[in-house]
């Protein structure tokens, strides 16, 4: 494998392996590490260095041998204490790396993970595979995103360049071309999603990744407005569609179902009201319905829209449809 910076390993994981060498008494120097790590003397003498003066490790360099040891017997490269708990934490984190496989950060997390308990394997030994048979995650309609798509529309966020793609709206036949300049990815109830700023529309615009097809990173570069915030931008959306209005929505729950309510936080806004019933109110301030409808309609008759009367008079109408529907 080439050597350079594109491909060294991670400092952590040099160490370690510099730390097992010097355990168990192999005869090494910078040459022998630079040769097995693929790296330059300079990064070895560096990560000695740091080893000794930082970690406080009894590393010193022997010259009648030509090689470095310890001066006394080390069991295992110093970590920080991890508690029960915390221990516990990190064995969900890696189980619920699995919800986003498929995505294009799952291998990038699973690197991460795996570096940030490199550390812990001489003092603690696990199998998340045996020990959290008890812990699971499911996410129902989980989104797919298109890699090639998803790297260059990333890319070009971060490097702020416009972008033309081609877009079709739900239920469109057929796609439009669109020229956006791209502020924000965000991935929201379980698919991706990009806040651009439409510059034939001239405003910002919400595009779902999967109806994005053959987009151009342009070399026209701009710069993103410094007030622009994505938690200020879905603050009044349920999910992803916010609005410029501004609903008080009032929801009233059956007792049967108030605790499976209760035991969420839907939305920023929210408010809950327990009745005397044992039902419950949940109270909402939303930019727009589309997606308070579709979400109320997911309970059944077990909730009831008391406000705005709007949203009522589209759930009533959606209601009288749904019966001649299965008439």
Known sequence: MPSGPQFSRPPLERMLRIH????????????????????????????VAFMRDRLDLPIEFDARINAYRYTHPVSSFPTVQVSEGELLALLVARKALEQYRGTPFHRQLEISFDKLTGGLRDRISFSPAEELQSVSFKNIGLGKADMTIFAAISGAVLRQNELDFNYRKPGDPQAVP??????????????????????????????????????????????????????????????????????????????????????????????????????????????????????????????????????????????????????
């Open 20 to 47: 097992e060498e010097l355990r168990r008494s192999a005869l090494t120097n910078c040459a022998r590490l630079a040769a097995t790590l693929e790296v330059s003397r300079k990064t070895i003498l560096r990560d």
């Open 178 to 327: 669109r020229r956006v300049q791209p502020y924000h990815l965000a991935h929201r109830e379980n698919l991706w999603y990009l806040v651009a700023f439409d510059c034939e529309r001239a405003a910002l615009r919400t595009f779902a990744l999967p109806r994005i097809s053959q987009p151009k990173v342009l070399k026209t570069q701009f710069v993103r407005p410094p007030d622009f915030s994505p938690d200020k931008f879905f603050a009044n959306a349920l999910g992803v569609l916010g609005g410029e209005r501004d609903y008080r929505v009032v929801i009233r729950f059956s007792a049967a179902i108030a605790d499976r309510v209760r035991e969420r936080e839907w939305h920023e806004s929210q408010e809950l009201l327990d009745l005397p019933n044992g039902g419950l109110e949940l109270r909402l301030r939303l930019g727009a319905l589309p997606e308070i409808e579709r979400w109320v309609l997911t309970w059944g008759p077990e909730a009831e829209v008391l406000k705005p009367k709007e949203l009522r008079a589209r759930l009533r109408d959606t209601a009288i449809t749904l019966v001649e529907q299965y008439r």
